[in-house]
């Protein structure tokens, strides 16, 4: 913190005016000259204090804008299984929002000062209520799939409750986890630093300021794009689907470039979502994505179907194999064991994380043993759940900290409702329940400590960890094995996936040096809105695309539902349902063993500096398990030209290729709300079909 030589008010008013585009934001005094609040001069510094930094505006804001990346990741989630965190989303557009609203509306009202710790605050609420959505993407619609639940309006309760337990002892368990990732190993957390820069750059000058809202305007631009291109798609099929092939087979009457485009969907989809992934993904998860899509859809399945190999291209069938089934296995065996060898071949940070958890469980019950003897002897002890735990290398005073009867009494409360939700419901037994808790506690832990040092979040390898647990453990029958299978998966993934954002989020104000306290209330604001927009948006796409939670395996449905069939299959396997026929188990084993081995040799065997050139083999058991080829096709015309805009324009990239992301990837996911709603209502779409395969109705979008 620069210190300055005694100056009096007046010159101190004329340094501040005459250096503005070069001093912090949060400097600036509130005179007419400067228009910005700042102390009084003195012989210190010059420097803003926040006196409140849980606000309601920042906390209702950051929440609904969470809601919106809650909308896409559930459209991304139901695609292909891809979601992504609402942080710098949330921090660059409550920043674009709230800061005119502080110096143009009265307090009462909203305004006030707004500084970066506030704005961490927005960030959190943001990710809280944009991050509840892992169940209703895999497991619940693969619970409807197998026949063990009825519908999502009948189960209503049962969803509900069970949502309001996954929102909160994820959020309860990150307080204890903090303690030991963020402040006694004080991991890299590379997107939370991302995001914590991003707040620091947007409040510490005048430039910062106007990058801030150039970016915001960037965002909001490709957002209210994307968002009307969906919208004008759903009654103009040219801007939702083009059939280059198609059109091009059927000028030059060669049948099989008809075929590649109408049977096995090698077609262009406006898919801004995937654009704006591909923006943001490295070429050795876009490029194995596509060519092994091309591979196994483009060539050895159309081979295999002429020759009647294969009985048809997608579907299942009673008698033969179709591509699809056949490849589901290898690419589950490859897209898990590559999971779970990443893992592992972290055998430090895996060990870091679950001696960590057991450590920080046995001295968590060490200490509650305590205060109960201390409190049942009446004798004061040295803990109090009053108070709370601090570390030698604790930054912040108790008052900015979180309470530990707060969090304790939530968890134990979270577990209590938890176990009753899941027993009434559910028909697991509280034993099973109780198992699954802890394990998730465990697998957070081991989700955290990957995610702090590798930015990469093992949601699905914690999960099936857990269902491959669950599978030593009976139910009365098959169908209630498969149900406490599913649901202690996903019980482990929700604990996990919530554990690592809220860290993560708590990782992030540490660098800007907000208060969790502040965070920790924003985020249980945040996962209230969560509960409500979650469940929401699933009944509302289930009710109008009815093909995510039919049994009928061979109904067309707009989404790929990758995840869904990758939890019903694992389920199927560990549970006694699936078989598979010979050829299929020997690819199967040989796409296991790819999975194992690759890691291994990538970490232990190849250089370092050619590590950035390895293909990334969970994406290529991704690209055999999703078989609509437009999500690879879109994801890489999003990384192309990304490459593109880095070559032309370098800065230009740096500054603004997240903004733009980030707009595509919200505003197509608003779009397939009104898209849904539109179904509902039955309002008819396709007014023009010109660009229909043979410009008949039924076949366009």
């Not at 305004?111 to 960030?123: D, I, L, R």
């Not at 986890?177 to 409040?203: E, M, N, Y």
């Not at 296995?329 to 994380?353: H, K, Q």
């Not at 081991?446 to 599978?471: C, H, R, W, Y």
Request: aromatic share 12%.
């Amino acid at each position: 913190m620069m210190k300055t030589p005694f100056v009096s008010k007046e010159d101190s008013i004329g340094i501040l005016a005459d250096n503005k585009d070069s001093i912090p934001l949060d400097c600036f005094a509130t005179h007419p000259q400067l228009q910005q609040p700042c102390l009084e001069a003195g012989p210190a510094t010059i420097e803003h204090v926040e006196t409140h930094q849980f606000t309601w505006r920042s906390s209702v804001l950051g929440s609904l804008l969470g809601c919106f990346v809650a909308a896409s990741n559930m459209y991304l989630g139901l695609k292909v299984g891809f979601t992504f965190g609402a942080g710098i989303f949330g921090a660059i557009f409550s920043f674009a929002l709230i800061r005119p609203m502080s110096t143009r509306l009265p307090t009462w009202f909203g305004g006030g000062y707004f500084g970066p710790k506030e704005n961490v605050t927005a960030q959190s609420a943001a990710t809280a209520a944009g991050g509840l959505f892992s169940g209703f993407i895999s497991a619940i619609p693969a619970l409807y799939k197998l026949g063990l639940m009825s519908t999502p309006r009948k189960d209503m309760a049962a969803l509900a409750l069970f949502t309001i337990a996954a929102a909160f002892y994820g959020l309860f368990f990150a307080i204890p986890l903090r303690r030991h990732f963020v402040v006694k190993q004080d991991l890299t957390f590379p997107t939370p630093r991302a995001a914590a820069t991003t707040i620091l750059s947007l409040h510490n000058s005048v430039d910062g300021a106007q990058a801030g809202f150039r970016k915001a305007k960037w965002m909001a631009f490709w957002f209210l794009l994307t968002f009307s291109w969906g919208v004008l798609g759903y009654f103009v099929p040219f801007f939702d689907t083009l059939h280059i092939l198609w059109w091009i087979g059927h000028a030059t009457g060669y049948s099989n470039m008809m075929a590649a485009d109408q049977t096995w969907t090698w077609h262009l989809k406006f898919d801004f979502p995937f654009f704006g992934a591909g923006l943001m993904t490295p070429g050795s998860v876009v490029l194995p994505f596509l060519i092994a899509t091309i591979i196994v859809y483009g060539i050895i399945g159309p081979v295999l179907v002429s020759s009647g190999y294969f009985v048809r291209a997608f579907g299942f069938v009673d008698k033969g194999e179709t591509a699809r089934s056949f490849f589901l296995w290898p690419g589950i065996a490859l897209l898990v064991l590559a999971s779970f060898a990443e893992l592992f071949v972290r055998y430090d940070s895996l060990y870091r994380g679950i001696k960590g958890g057991v450590l920080e469980l046995c001295t968590l019950l060490k200490r509650g043993g305590m205060h109960v003897v201390s409190a049942l002897r009446r004798r004061p002890g040295t803990y109090s759940v009053r108070r709370p735990n601090t570390h030698p290398d604790e930054e912040y005073a108790p008052e900015e900290l979180v309470p530990a009867y707060w969090w304790m009494t939530g968890v134990m409360l979270t577990v209590v409702f938890t176990c009753a939700v899941m027993g009434v419901y559910f028909g697991m037994p509280v034993y099973q329940t109780i198992v699954s808790v802890i394990l998730a506690f465990l697998m957070a832990f081991v989700g955290i400590q990957a995610a702090g040092e590798t930015d990469i979040n093992p949601t699905g390898s914690v999960a099936k960890m857990s269902q491959l647990i669950f599978a030593g453990m009976s139910g009365t029958n098959m169908a209630q094995n498969q149900m406490n299978n599913l649901m202690a998966g996903n019980i482990t993934a929700s604990a996990a996936a919530q554990s690592v954002d809220m860290v993560g989020d708590l990782k992030a104000g540490q660098i800007v040096g907000a208060s969790p306290r502040s965070q920790f209330l924003a985020q249980l604001v945040g996962s209230v809105f969560a509960v409500f927009i979650a469940l929401a948006l699933f009944v509302l796409f289930t009710d109008a695309y009815p093909c995510i939670l039919d049994m009928d395996v061979n109904a067309p449905c707009e989404f790929g539902l990758t995840g869904v069939w990758a939890w019903m299959s694992v389920t199927r396997l560990l549970t006694g349902g699936a078989v598979l026929s010979k050829p299929c188990i020997v690819v199967t084993a040989v796409m296991a063993a790819a999975g194992v081995c690759g890691p291994v040799g990538r970490h232990f065997i190849l250089p370092q500096k050619f590590h950035r050139y390895f293909p990334s083999l969970s994406v290529i058991g991704l690209a055999m398990i999703n078989s609509t080829p437009d999500v690879p096709i879109s994801m890489c015309v999003g990384w192309l030209a990304g490459k593109i805009w880095k070559r032309i324009r370098a800065k230009s990239y740096e500054e603004y290729m997240y903004s733009a992301a980030g707009g595509m990837i919200a505003g197509q996911g608003v779009s397939a709300i009104f898209k849904a709603i539109f179904q509902l209502a039955n309002v008819k779409g396709s007014i023009t079909i010109v660009s229909c395969i043979d410009q008949v109705a039924k076949n366009c979008p």
